[in-house]
């Protein structure tokens, strides 16, 4: 039936005289213009991309298919067309809707139609060529949409230049909105004094001006008597402590310090970065940043004992841009664990009073060798761990990060200049030691992201309330992540849920039956109607494992039945090409749960 393809039909019709002019649509016409008779520019417009409205909804069947001699659709007056246009898809711009189809059709909104050609063509002048064939309405181009929001009217003075915060996509190295989604949730949070990230890493600059006024105080230590006051251990330990070298006193270091700017640099104080979770400038605002340095020069194997100070020391995120080859150090493993269960809470696994959540949150950065194999990003690829890829300015996958079906989610990681047109700017900008600012890019930079926004959800449904836990944290994180996979089609499901979203993590109550302090039952069903003969969905951690799926017919007769064994967030696609065109219903079954969901095949 392939709906979503039938507006091919129409464009058939040009004549050869047309298929001429279709074939210079990337040239200015004479006086200097792409289109014919449009005030818009090709800057306003999406390239390769048309709506087109048809006269009446053709009658036959088609299919659009790659052959060594162009596009073929399987009928004959249409394969040049269609060839010249260079078409690799087609689909309705109002998807089918069961329930709404009956007054969708009545407005004809049926009739309308996505296009997708090759982006060379001037999608100006395309879409006035292709209005001009019999059986076409309308054709025009697709607008470039933008927010009306701006970013807050802060003053730190090189907010302008952090992209990853807020891509206007006005450079050439650059995708708008291929960012973290921060200006619309930044006027209103923006980081909570008892919110601390423990930031396991090299020494951060305790004394830069852009991270002082959020650095962690341990209130019941005093400062430079050699005493261990609070009895935890360590000796003066006053933000925290250096594992690498047993002392109270950092040594101060480019990568820690920038890490740390990228969560919580100070926001509005007139001085250089912003930081996702850095406050709004008034005293005591944003999060604290524990620091915990396991690095120098060389890594002194000390990561598991910093882990488990930030579980006993108060913090409820655990930051970590750091890693090895092989299989998960035992150590580390058991540290991971120990903060994942006791962070925020007493000897008894219970939420101290005081805390903003149950159980804590463990991001790892996976490495830098562009490749998918697990063992070469450890821990990042330890299950109760969130493992961290990178992405760059333009939704890709940067040209260094690792990949891979461990991957959980991804964030901007900067990009090599020389892959950007030698542009410094498409790195991360943030803290570094000497209390100045730099660029650096790779999975470390796209990590702190993660952990940022993870402090403004916590900020949200966890300060000043108890019950909200580790558990449903990484639900939200996960489950609102904005796909990447479009972007990236060769690393498809291997970039995690895609880019992490502060806007929609911190909206979640508004997803229809989501709690966000409850953990419950989520299926997705991703594709409905299904064009391809390909069933996708994904489930969340409390419908994973192994599962039952079951298709009905519109009789109710069962036509497939398939035990699976599911991994959370995950896209699971079911081949269902052998099912004829028509109505069915999905019985997904686990963990004594059963969801059902209807669907139509074309």
């Not at 048309?50 to 052959?67: A, D, Q």
């Not at 596009?71 to 394969?79: E, F, P, R, Y």
Request: aromatic share 8%; glycine share 10%.
């Amino acid at each position: 039936m392939k709906k979503y393809l039938l507006c091919l039909l129409s464009i058939g019709c040009l004549c050869a005289c047309q298929n001429d002019a279709l074939s210079d649509l990337s040239q200015p016409d004479a006086n200097g213009q792409t289109a014919l008779s449009s005030p818009l520019s090709e800057d306003d417009v999406l390239p390769g991309r048309m709506r087109i409205k048809l006269r009446e909804e053709p009658k036959g069947n088609v299919s659009v298919r790659t052959t060594s001699n162009g596009v073929s659709t399987g009928i004959q007056a249409l394969d040049g067309t269609a060839s010249v246009l260079k078409v690799t898809r087609m689909q309705r711009t109002f998807p089918y809707s069961e329930q709404y189809e009956e007054r969708t059709r009545r407005e004809g909104l049926h009739l309308w139609y996505d296009v997708w050609y090759e982006e060379n063509t001037s999608a100006l002048r395309a879409a006035d060529e292709v209005e001009l064939v019999e059986g076409i309405e309308l054709a025009c181009p697709v607008r470039k949409i933008r927010t009306r929001s701006v970013t807050p009217s802060w003053n730190d003075p090189a907010l302008e230049t952090q992209w990853n915060f807020y891509n206007p996509g006005t450079e050439t190295w650059q995708s708008e909105g291929a960012d973290i989604r921060l200006a619309n949730v930044w006027q209103q949070y923006n980081g909570d004094p008892s919110i601390i990230v423990a930031v396991i890493d090299e020494g951060i600059d305790t004394e830069h001006p852009d991270l002082t006024d959020n650095l962690w105080v341990n209130q019941a230590e005093i400062p430079g008597n050699g005493l261990d006051d609070d009895g935890n251990g360590y000796v003066d330990d006053i933000n925290g402590y250096n594992f690498y070298s047993d002392r109270p006193n950092m040594i101060p270091s480019e990568h820690g310090t920038h890490v740390a700017g990228i969560i919580a640099a100070s926001n509005n104080n007139g001085t250089g970065v912003c930081g996702i979770a850095g406050g709004d400038g008034t005293p005591g605002s944003g999060v604290r940043l524990m620091c915990c340095q396991i690095i120098d020069y060389i890594y002194n194997n000390k990561g598991a004992e910093a882990i488990k100070y930030a579980a006993d020391n108060g913090a409820v995120i655990c930051q970590n841009s750091w890693g090895y080859t092989g299989t998960i150090d035992p150590v580390d493993k058991a540290a991971i664990d120990y903060f994942v269960k006791y962070a925020g809470c007493d000897n008894e696994g219970n939420q101290l009073p005081d805390s903003p959540m149950k159980g804590g949150l463990v991001l790892f950065a996976t490495n830098n060798y562009n490749t998918s194999d697990p063992s070469d990003a450890t821990p990042a690829d330890y299950e109760n761990v969130l493992g961290i890829a990178a992405i760059n300015s333009q939704y890709q996958k940067a040209s260094y990060s690792d990949y891979g079906d461990y991957i959980d989610l991804c964030a901007p990681g900067g990009e090599r200049p020389r892959n950007m047109g030698g542009a410094e700017e498409a790195q991360i900008l943030s803290t570094i030691d000497g209390g100045g600012y730099g660029y650096l890019y790779g999975a470390s930079m796209a990590c702190p992201h993660v952990s940022g926004v993870a402090a403004l959800v916590i900020q949200k449904y966890g300060v000043g309330k108890q019950g909200f836990t580790a558990e449903q944290l990484k639900e939200i994180l996960l489950s609102t992540a904005y796909d990447v996979d479009t972007y990236n089609p060769q690393y498809a499901d291997q970039l995690g849920n895609g880019c992490v979203n502060a806007e929609a993590a911190l909206n979640v109550e508004n997803t229809p039956g989501y709690d966000p302090n409850k953990t419950g039952a989520t299926f997705t069903l991703k594709t409905n109607p299904v064009t391809d003969g390909f069933l996708v969905f994904r489930v969340n951690s409390s419908l994973s494992g192994k599962s039952e799926l079951t298709i009905r017919n519109s009789i109710g007769a069962k036509v497939l039945n398939q035990q699976l064994n599911v991994k959370p967030y995950s896209n699971i696609s079911i081949d269902i090409r052998s099912l004829a065109a028509g109505y069915y219903t999905l019985v997904y079954q686990c963990n004594g749960q059963q969801i059902q969901e209807k669907f139509v095949k074309y």
